[in-house]
RNA sequence: GGGGCUGUAGUUCAGCACGGUUAGAACGCCGGCCUGUCACGCCGGAGGUCGCGGGUUCAAGUCCCGUCAGCCCCGCCA
């Protein structure tokens, strides 16, 4: 390579003015006038344009009449005011030119499969298969450089705050309970497997057991279940543990992380703290463990105003057990749009979507007849509609009732514009309960995992009560997604004990399964809880994507494939055979 | 496993409800011209397995069935 780059193309300005550059990049546009040719040169810091002249350099003229998209080039000039009235205002260096001396062509491109130059829309799944491509259109590394100064600013505080970075195994035992694991068949041994993370839970556990007493780690997790857009088969978590600490001082701690990632990255100034909101009170107010803080329309339960109403549809719900809620929208709808939100409403088991419209003159519905006046009062009391807003019902067992109304609660603030822009909202959620029954496996099943301590408090109820028995858990819920979550873990060996007999783990499954833990809790385990972050969710959400896959390097698509790749691929009969697997699943 | 949207030139799309000449547009690509453009301009040209398979029909890009792929969602993700 003759010319050695000595500027990126991005920063030239005219404090540059008269200096002779070298630049080296890719050609994203050539025009060519056949005597001036103009050609805009794009590195990974921006775009300068380089002017050839038939009398300044007639060779390297000549030789950029053979220029076309994506060709690499390194270019020396003379970086040069711009003529009067010819500056660029869209381009951070459209007051300067650089005017080309010599041209090196290191090497040529085939035509791109898509355009690189403009912003127009391209498929996915062309994306994702030219994804090089892809990232090397402007603007293209933004979210990967923004996942790196984010990464970059969690390691520097985490740094500061005495944690140590240390790596886990990506080998490791397959551990059942929660998903489906990616296996790695053993070479050494026939029949045996080694099971990819699915997080490093155990693992910092026992780091903490050694002693380490803070760690954190950025690293890769693998579970085996269907994607979605902010779910990847391999995806990076933020994991951290501490010991001898409370979940206030967790907590605390990572409000401080997320204060001061956000202060240095987006220039937003997070309050804090960040509201504790128990799981008993998100439920009630929001129908969801993870509400979008970001607007109103909460839930409120009316099942007390309409007890004993005429209105067959509410009473026998109330009958048996079930619950009404409702929730007041700051608008009007037609008759299609009610008819509408109810199909919504009904994709998530709800039977029927009750509505009152809120005239200046009172209400207005077809089942308002059957309501006491006193009973209208009281929701007057509750919703304080104004005049133009529409009250929504769903009557039904509390599970439909809640994940109706949240759902609907969110589709109509979108509907409605409510959520504002570059608005960030956090909120912890507390208190969740230790376990929940679990009608298919007939036993309880632990709410987060079978490690996390339940409340000291709570302890009473364990064996007699267990539905009541709080957890030390909490989640950090960022405008209406689940971005981290953590514990205060159980510590002690006794009362692990207590909790594995709970879910109905015998003590041969324990110790076949989680044994080394158990053992490593014997020897003088300290108190600990930690937190793991969703790092690609919480990306994503700082950048203003909609996808995890717009800030991973080479995501997967929805069926798992990498479309680079090809993964995943057929291996040869000689791997099968080397690590002991026979085939005959092709049969199927 | 289930529901929905999409699939037509290299790219982004129109055409499909109501089947009927040779399937269009823009950008890109190829050739030519052009000394101040910046989505340069002008002239000319090439480019199609209408995702794939089957069916209905005199006739299918268009209707029907199946299938594949991408995306969104449910289940699943302690």
Redesign the pocket.
């Known amino acids: 390579m003759g010319l050695k780059r000595t500027h990126p193309c991005g920063i030239l300005c005219t404090d540059h003015l008269g200096e002779e550059v070298i630049l080296s990049g890719w050609v994203l ?1 050539r ?6 040719i ?1 050609i ?1 040169l794009r590195d990974r810091s921006g775009v300068v ?1 380089v ?1 050839f ?3 300044t350099a007639p060779e390297a003229h000549e030789l950029a009449h053979s220029l ?2 994506e060709y690499v080039l390194s270019v020396r000039g003379r970086v040069r005011r ?2 009067e009235g ?3 205002p ?2 951070p260096t ?1 007051e300067i ?1 650089v005017e080309a001396h010599e041209l090196e062509v290191l090497n040529t491109s085939k ?1 791109p ?3 690189l ?2 912003e ?7 994306r ?1 298969k030219y994804r090089y491509l892809d990232l090397r259109r402007p603007g293209g590394l933004e979210p990967l450089i923004f996942r790196h100064r984010v990464a970059q600013l969690a390691r520097q505080f985490l740094n500061e705050q005495g944690f140590l970075e240390i790596e886990t195994p990506f080998l490791t035992k397959s ?1 059942p ?4 694991d990616y296996l790695v068949p053993s070479r050494l041994y026939p029949g045996k497997f080694y099971a990819l993370p ?2 490093p ?1 155990l693992f910092k556990q026992i780091l903490m057991v050694a002693g380490v007493e803070r760690y954190y780690q950025i690293v890769r997790c693998f ?1 085996d ?7 990847q088969p391999e995806f990076t978590q933020l994991d951290l543990e501490m010991s001898f600490v409370d979940e206030e001082d967790v907590m605390g701690l990572m409000e401080e992380l997320m204060v001061y990632i956000f202060r240095e990255t987006l220039g937003v100034e997070l309050k804090r703290p960040f509201p504790r909101i128990t799981y008993e009170e998100a439920l009630s107010r929001y129908g969801t463990d993870r509400p979008d803080l970001r607007f109103g329309l909460e839930l409120v339960e009316v099942s007390d105003i309409f007890r004993g109403t005429s209105f067959k549809v509410f009473a026998q719900v109330l009958e048996r057990g079930g619950m009404i809620k409702g929730l007041c929208a700051p608008s009007d709808f037609s008759r299609k749009e009610l008819d509408e939100l109810t199909a919504f409403v009904g ?1 998530f088991g709800a039977k029927g979507l009750a509505w009152i419209k809120v005239r200046e003159d009172g209400f207005q519905s077809p089942i308002v007849k059957f309501f006491s006046e006193e009973s209208l009062q009281k929701l007057r009391e509750i919703f304080n509609p104004k005049p133009g807003s529409t009250l929504f019902f769903v009557a039904d067992d509390p599970s439909v009732v809640n994940e109706a109304l949240s759902e609907l609660r969110k589709h109509l603030a979108e509907r409605l514009d409510l959520i504002p822009e570059k608005d960030f909202k956090f909120c912890w959620i507390v208190d969740f309960p230790l376990v929940e029954w679990d009608e298919d496996e007939g036993r309880y ?6 490690f996390t301590s339940p409340k000291e408090e709570d302890m009473p109820f364990l064996e007699e009560n267990p539905e009541r028995v709080r957890s030390r858990a909490y989640d950090l819920v960022l405008n209406g997604i689940e971005i981290g979550g953590g514990s205060i873990r159980i510590h002690r060996k006794e009362v692990q004990d207590r909790v594995f007999k709970l879910l109905k783990i015998s003590e041969e499954e324990a110790q076949e399964k989680f044994g080394f833990l158990l053992e490593a809790l014997e020897y003088g385990a300290p108190p600990h809880g930690g937190l793991a972050f969703g790092f690609d969710r919480l990306v994503m959400l700082m950048a203003g994507r ?2 995890i ?1 717009e800030v991973i390097a080479f995501p997967k ?3 798992a ?1 990498c ?1 680079l790749t090809g993964a995943p691929a057929p291996v040869t009969m000689e791997q099968l055979m080397e690590v002991h697997l026979l085939p005959g699943w092709e049969e199927e």
């Open positions: 546009r025009r060519d006038h056949g005597g001036v103009f805009d344009q002017v002249e038939p009398k076309k998209p711009r003529p010819m500056e660029n869209k381009l459209g030119e035509t499969p898509f355009p130059d403009e127009v829309p391209v498929s996915e799944a062309l994702l551990t309970e929660g998903a489906r699915q997080s839970q579970r279940e269907d994607l979605r857009a902010d779910r994709e099943v632990a709410v987060h995992h079978p909609n996808s896959r698509t929805q069926r494939q479309l």
